[in-house]
């Protein structure tokens, strides 16, 4: 059975495209490093809540606060830190990201409570930019028309990030103690952050590092194209942050909470399936419509709430979107900026779903307080939804402008291709 579904895999999605990429010089090493880079970063969110009611005493509530000053300085420091890549290269901003977050973790088990909150919000704003320097370092290695493979293949990396980062975390905490797991991710955090020091992927081609740094305005890249990949990438991680909080009260209500890991788990490799078909298909969808698609599959999934195993198969379609989804949207981003800002605007992209993920929570949390779990998936479509029309018009309207400044070049070459002909005219009547 196994060995059938493997070749029927194979058959229907060809892997070339992945093999290929792979191929490319300095671009395994440098992903591998960067995918080892976000384990610790994906794990120190569970072990820092496990951390503060376990051995701080405190509640949840007080757990969530130190989580969400971290994400919200993240969401802060990514464009800051995406600037400074783009002003003085990718060491400098290495060094003062893993030197801060190695001594940050290191010395979070001896904090109290209100240092602790206090020094979240500065440390998040220097966390490694694994995620924007990774797409970087895509969009640098790899030519555009392989670009949509590579960006699916580092979507399916953060899904093995997010599948394993948990996983280490809850296993060091509970064998041994959150003091040591956050303890091994200040050691992580350093060892990681020198060797990619060292390594010193490139962030720009060579025949982008041979053009003039001439960095333009944000007027003339800052689009409304722009601006709506931007609103897709905050409805996509709203959508899922609600679909994940929505389907763990699903199976509370129902009384399914042993099942909730292997829901999960399915939802995970759900999005690491799409996103390796979608990496290998030979056509692409655009970004706009696969976030219509996404949040079309989410709204009918609270009709199958119950039992577990029904919730667990209603949910596969939609995360088979979600990494095709983000990757689209970096995919689109790249395309739409000059590369002397390409670090701006891949640090935009980091702060745009790290708004997601922080609207998504207390929206969808607030609706599954007072109503059905039923309805967290309609509330998280509805926004998702909302995200992706504001996001739609701006496109639209970016494309008018467009083509109308189009329009107005040829009627000027037009209109300066006529000028000599009639003052030739003109200088044949005055001969006559």
């Given at each position: 059975?196994?060995?059938?579904?493997?070749?029927?895999?194979?058959?229907?999605?060809?892997?070339?495209?992945?093999?290929?990429?792979?191929?490319?010089?300095?671009?395994p090493?440098?992903?591998?490093?960067?995918?080892?880079?976000?384990?610790?970063?994906?794990?120190?969110?569970?072990?820092?809540?496990l951390?503060?009611?376990?051995?701080?005493?405190?509640?949840?509530?007080?757990?969530?606060?130190?989580?969400?000053a971290?994400?919200?300085?993240?969401?802060?420091?990514?464009?800051?830190?995406?600037?400074?890549?783009?002003?003085?290269?990718?060491?400098?901003?290495?060094?003062?990201?893993?030197?801060?977050?190695?001594?940050?973790?290191?010395?979070?088990?001896?904090?109290?409570?209100?240092?602790?909150?206090?020094?979240?919000?500065?440390?998040?704003?220097?966390?490694?930019?694994?995620?924007?320097?990774?797409?970087?370092?895509?969009?640098?290695?790899?030519?555009?028309?392989?670009?949509?493979?590579?960006?699916?293949?580092?979507?399916?990396?953060?899904?093995?990030?997010?599948?394993?980062?948990?996983?280490?975390?809850?296993?060091?905490?509970?064998?041994?103690?959150?003091?040591?797991?956050?303890?091994?991710?200040?050691?992580?955090?350093?060892?990681?952050?020198?060797?990619?020091?060292?390594?010193?992927?490139?962030?720009?081609?060579?025949?982008?590092?041979?053009?003039?740094?001439?960095?333009p305005?944000?007027?003339?890249?800052?689009?409304?194209?722009?601006?709506?990949?931007?609103?897709?990438?905050?409805?996509?991680?709203?959508?899922?942050?609600?679909?994940?909080?929505?389907?763990?009260?699903?199976?509370?209500?129902?009384g399914?909470?042993?099942?909730?890991?292997v829901?999960?788990?399915?939802?995970?490799?759900?999005?690491?399936?799409?996103?390796v078909?979608?990496?290998?298909?030979?056509?692409?969808?655009?970004?706009?419509?696969?976030?219509?698609?996404?949040?079309?599959?989410?709204l009918?999934?609270?009709?199958?709430?119950?039992?577990?195993?029904?919730?667990a198969?209603?949910?596969?379609?939609?995360?088979?979107?979600?990494?095709?989804?983000?990757?689209?949207?970096?995919e689109?981003?790249?395309?739409?900026?000059?590369?002397?800002?390409?670090?701006?605007?891949?640090?935009?992209?980091?702060?745009?779903?790290?708004?997601?993920?922080?609207?998504?929570?207390?929206?969808?949390?607030?609706?599954?307080?007072?109503?059905?779990?039923?309805?967290?998936f309609?509330?998280?479509?509805?926004?998702?939804l909302?995200?992706?029309?504001?996001?739609?018009?701006?496109?639209?309207?970016?494309?008018?402008r467009?083509?109308?400044?189009?329009?107005?070049q040829?009627?000027?070459?037009?209109?300066?291709?006529?000028?000599?002909?009639?003052?030739?005219?003109?200088?044949?009547?005055?001969?006559?």
């Amino acid at each position: 059975m196994y060995v059938r579904a493997t070749m029927l895999f194979r058959r229907h999605v060809p892997l070339q495209s992945y093999r290929q990429l792979l191929r490319t010089p300095a671009l395994p090493t440098s992903m591998l490093l960067l995918l080892l880079s976000r384990v610790p970063l994906i794990a120190s969110g569970i072990t820092l809540t496990l951390h503060v009611v376990g051995d701080l005493g405190r509640g949840y509530g007080a757990a969530g606060l130190a989580g969400t000053a971290t994400m919200l300085g993240s969401a802060l420091g990514a464009p800051v830190l995406g600037r400074m890549i783009d002003h003085h290269g990718l060491r400098p901003v290495v060094a003062l990201c893993g030197v801060t977050s190695c001594g940050y973790w290191l010395s979070t088990p001896y904090l109290p409570y209100e240092v602790l909150l206090l020094a979240a919000l500065p440390a998040g704003a220097l966390v490694m930019p694994a995620g924007s320097i990774s797409r970087q370092v895509i969009a640098a290695l790899v030519p555009p028309v392989h670009r949509r493979t590579a960006f699916s293949m580092d979507q399916v990396g953060i899904e093995l990030a997010y599948i394993s980062g948990p996983v280490l975390a809850i296993l060091v905490s509970t064998q041994y103690s959150t003091s040591a797991a956050l303890t091994g991710i200040g050691v992580a955090n350093g060892v990681l952050a020198f060797a990619l020091w060292y390594r010193n992927p490139p962030v720009r081609s060579a025949e982008e590092s041979a053009l003039p740094t001439q960095r333009p305005a944000p007027r003339s890249w800052v689009t409304g194209r722009f601006v709506a990949a931007l609103l897709v990438a905050t409805g996509a991680t709203f959508v899922l942050i609600g679909v994940e909080l929505t389907t763990i009260a699903a199976l509370r209500a129902s009384g399914d909470v042993a099942w909730t890991g292997v829901v999960l788990a399915v939802m995970g490799v759900a999005s690491l399936t799409g996103g390796v078909i979608y990496g290998s298909a030979r056509r692409s969808l655009s970004q706009l419509t696969l976030m219509t698609l996404l949040v079309l599959l989410t709204l009918p999934v609270g009709l199958a709430a119950q039992p577990w195993w029904l919730l667990a198969l209603a949910v596969i379609p939609l995360n088979l979107l979600c990494a095709p989804t983000l990757a689209a949207t970096a995919e689109t981003i790249s395309n739409a900026v000059p590369h002397t800002v390409r670090g701006t605007a891949m640090g935009l992209q980091d702060s745009a779903t790290r708004l997601g993920f922080a609207l998504g929570s207390p929206v969808v949390g607030f609706v599954l307080d007072r109503v059905e779990p039923g309805w967290g998936f309609v509330t998280a479509a509805g926004c998702g939804l909302g995200f992706a029309a504001v996001g739609a018009a701006l496109s639209v309207r970016s494309r008018k402008r467009d083509s109308s400044a189009t329009t107005d070049q040829r009627h000027a070459r037009r209109s300066s291709s006529k000028r000599p002909r009639l003052r030739s005219n003109q200088a044949e009547k005055s001969l006559k």
